[in-house]
């Protein structure tokens, strides 16, 4: 029987944006090990499950469409969203900046 985990992904790290970490994705767990192809060297699986990834915009949809297919799941819940503070470059020229100007 297959696991669905459900989950927000988190940035990478060399990455600075938040675009992809605001939908909770629904992806199969792996059952079966990788077959290393002998002549080639290719990884390979006969699972096809390992290829769909579904996006929703809330945790409740991502529950509800896997309750209503009858997926056995598991939901990750992380930190809470961070909110972050606005920087622009023309903070660093303001006259009320805190601190020297080094340049």
């Known amino acids: ?9 988190t940035r990478g790290a060399t990455q ?5 970490t605001k939908a909770w994705l629904l992806e199969y767990e ?6 290393i192809e002998p002549m080639m ?3 390979g699986s006969s699972e096809t499950e ?3 990834k579904v996006t929703f915009d809330t945790r409740e949809e991502a529950v509800a469409f896997a309750e209503k297919r009858g997926i056995a799941y598991e939901v990750e819940d992380h930190l809470p ?4 503070r606005g920087l622009s470059y023309s903070d660093n ?10 340049h």
């Open 41 to 43: 060297g290719w990884t």
């Open 16 to 20: 600075s944006g938040h675009a992809r």
């Open 30 to 35: 792996r059952t079966e090990p990788v077959e």
């Open 1 to 9: 029987m297959t696991i669905a985990r459900i989950y927000r992904p």
């Open 93 to 102: 020229f303001k006259s009320t900046r805190v601190g020297q100007w080094t």
């Open 50 to 52: 390992m290829q769909v």
């Open 81 to 84: 969203e961070q909110e972050r």
